[in-house]
């Protein structure tokens, strides 16, 4: 191994020992160098490449080395991160005061206890293989256990909270009981923790803490949990009012927060991207702000005049863009995830070509096929009785995969602007309302998608007048493409 080359006594540790116990693969490792500081690390390192001081929390802890060798720096193109060992230091009394510290003459054992799960806690020596566990972490791994090392690991960090939970999520793992109290005593601060961290991730990639629960294999799992300690509601206040919500649903009997689960699980289990899981996690929180009963003595969540001004999907696509916001979600990430949520109540109707064409109109091929992915999850989410839908559901898709090269963008109509301004129309928005009018007539009948046809019809509209054909360009029929 390339690092057992560089003189340094190493061990590499975290989640690559982890994962190495666990039988996966990991993409990347830390290594621990007992008896040597930081500058000693940047002098040992700097003959075999560049060495750059590692801040974290805007504190020294250690040394990113990029190596000279073109064939191991493409392996590690951010590089090799070495540390020297940390320790705790207690500040005061109380249980929160305490500071870490680099100590190059502090022990492996000692670095391994400021560490979070003891799953994590465990180091490798490179020199002869051998395993140091002075928290029995690889038993827990073998027993499936979430371990705090230290009563004051989510103190330390609240981050941890999540990071716990998104373990739960892909290890499938359960928490023992004093690591269940300790987060439900820290739950309120995760609130402190940076939007970043959780959300958006450091890298601006989406892929914070809680989209990695996400991605996980067990998410409902991992939410539930969290709901039950109090992170969900700290971390997402959007979830307060659908905990333990009763929709009174004809189709089942699971509370809003206990469905919104399924439907991620269902989403998970079909392989969905994550703005299908993120779209999952917040399509039905706006029901409890607008549930009305109606003359039949049930609740109902679509807007009527003197019920609720917003249906459950407008207000829910609200609550996920204030929550991805405040959570530094990538602003295309969070307004794909807006969109799903918004249309989520998309009824495949009669599962018709036209339906297709309509739906592919208004939304484009991509937030179509997620809308789709989303609806499959949201009737799984429903439980075993929705055969029949789920049926036609397939049936809808094959028709809408048929129909994505149909003409339903304006660039695919057989004319353009500057046709029209050669058949007598000024620039100016006439030219818009018109080419829209035409989209959607050929929406709706395809084989009128000729340059001859099409400028026929365009010079007819050009008689009509101007607020007709802009209601014609507004797509008669595409409302109804929402469903209920």
């Not at 939410?223 to 700290?234: F, I, N, Q, S």
């Not at 007819?460 to 101007?466: C, Y």
């Amino acid at each position: 191994m390339y690092v057992g080359s560089l003189g340094l006594d190493a061990y590499v540790v975290g989640g690559a020992v982890r994962d190495e116990l666990l039988g996966r693969e990991s993409r990347e490792a830390d290594f621990l160098v007992p008896g040597v500081d930081i500058e000693g690390l940047r002098s040992a390192l700097g003959p075999h490449g560049r060495a750059e001081e590692l801040v974290v929390a805007q504190r020294p802890v250690g040394v990113r080395f990029y190596p000279r060798d073109p064939a191991v720096r493409k392996l590690a193109p951010a590089g090799i991160e070495f540390a020297p060992p940390r320790r705790e230091v207690s500040t005061g009394p109380g249980r929160h005061d305490f500071d870490i510290v680099v100590d190059a003459n502090a022990t492996v054992d000692q670095d391994l206890r400021r560490r979070d799960f003891t799953m994590n806690a465990i180091a490798r020596r490179l020199a002869d293989g051998s395993i140091v566990d002075p928290y029995r972490g690889r038993a827990d791994i073998e027993q499936r256990v979430l371990r705090t090392v230290t009563p004051n690991s989510f103190a330390e960090d609240p981050l941890r909270l999540v990071r716990g939970l998104r373990f739960v999520s892909q290890f499938d793992l359960d928490p023992d009981e004093q690591t269940l109290a300790q987060m439900r005593d820290e739950a309120p601060n995760v609130k402190l923790v940076s939007g970043e961290r959780i959300g958006g991730g450091l890298s601006a990639d989406g892929m914070g803490e809680l989209s990695k629960l996400l991605m996980g294999t067990h998410p409902a799992k991992a939410l539930r949990l969290a709901r039950d300690t109090g992170v969900l509601v700290a971390l997402l206040p959007e979830f307060e009012r659908a905990i333990g919500f009763d929709q009174e649903s004809r189709y089942h009997d699971m509370t809003v927060d206990e469905h919104t689960f399924e439907v991620v699980q269902a989403a998970t289990d079909n392989g969905a991207p994550l703005r299908v899981r993120l779209g999952a996690l917040f399509h039905d929180l706006g029901k409890p702000h607008v549930a009305w009963r109606g003359t039949d003595n049930r609740l109902h969540y679509y807007a009527k005049p003197g019920y609720s001004t917003q249906s459950h999907e407008q207000v829910s696509a609200q609550l996920a863009d204030a929550a991805l916001e405040r959570l530094r979600y990538p602003t295309d990430l969070r307004r794909r995830v807006v969109r799903i949520v918004r249309g989520h109540m998309l009824d495949p109707g009669n599962a018709d070509d036209g339906r297709a064409r309509r739906l592919l109109q208004r939304y484009g091929v991509g937030l179509t096929l997620d809308l789709l992915d989303h609806k499959r999850a949201d009737l799984l989410g429903k439980g075993p009785s929705n055969e029949r839908d789920l049926q036609r559901l397939r049936s809808f898709r094959r028709v809408v995969e048929q129909q994505r090269t149909s003409a339903h963008r304006l660039r695919d109509l057989a004319v353009g602007g500057d046709d029209l301004i050669a058949i007598g129309y000024e620039a100016g928005p006439a030219i818009g309302h018109t080419l829209r009018a035409l989209l959607d007539e050929v929406v709706r009948t395809p084989e009128l998608n000729t340059r001859e046809r099409l400028l026929e019809r365009a010079r007819e509209l050009r008689l009509v007048r101007p607020e007709t054909v802009a209601r014609l360009a507004a797509g008669r029929g595409l409302r109804a493409v929402d469903g209920g």
